[in-house]
């Protein structure tokens, strides 16, 4: 997972937008309504399939984010091995 506010100081996670007190475990990033990246798993697709589809005119509510959470939890996407 590679969210673009994700960053390293020092080998140690850090969260450029302060998110978890700017020290993100990468399961609070697998949580994260900020992430913005590669998507984790389906529910990221649909979102974003939705925000093209609607051209951003639809913003997410709090069910979106459940939605996106739950389908991420269920079919999230696997990570390519380094
Ligand atoms: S997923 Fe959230 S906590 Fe993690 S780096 Fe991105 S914005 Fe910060």
Same mark, same amino acid.
């Given at each position: 997972?590679s969210? !673009?506010? +994700?960053g390293?100081?020092?080998?140690? /996670? !850090?969260?450029? !937008?302060?998110k978890? =007190? *700017?020290?993100? $475990? ?5 949580? #994260?309504?900020?992430?913005? =990246?590669?998507? /984790?798993?389906? =529910?990221? $697709? ?6 093209k589809? $609607?051209? *951003? @005119?639809?913003?997410? #509510?709090? *069910? #979106?984010? @459940? /939605? /996106?959470?739950? +389908?991420?939890k269920?079919? *999230?996407? @696997? @990570?390519?091995?380094?």
């Amino acid at each position: 997972m590679s969210c !673009i506010h +994700l960053g390293k100081l020092a080998d140690e /996670r !850090i969260c450029t !937008i302060n998110k978890f =007190g *700017g020290k993100p $475990t990468e399961a609070n990033c697998m949580e #994260c309504k900020d992430y913005d =990246g590669p998507s /984790r798993g389906v =529910g990221d $697709t649909v979102k974003n399939v939705i925000n093209k589809a $609607t051209g *951003g @005119k639809i913003k997410p #509510c709090g *069910g #979106c984010q @459940k /939605r /996106r959470e739950a +389908l991420n939890k269920m079919m *999230g996407y @696997k @990570k390519k091995e380094e």
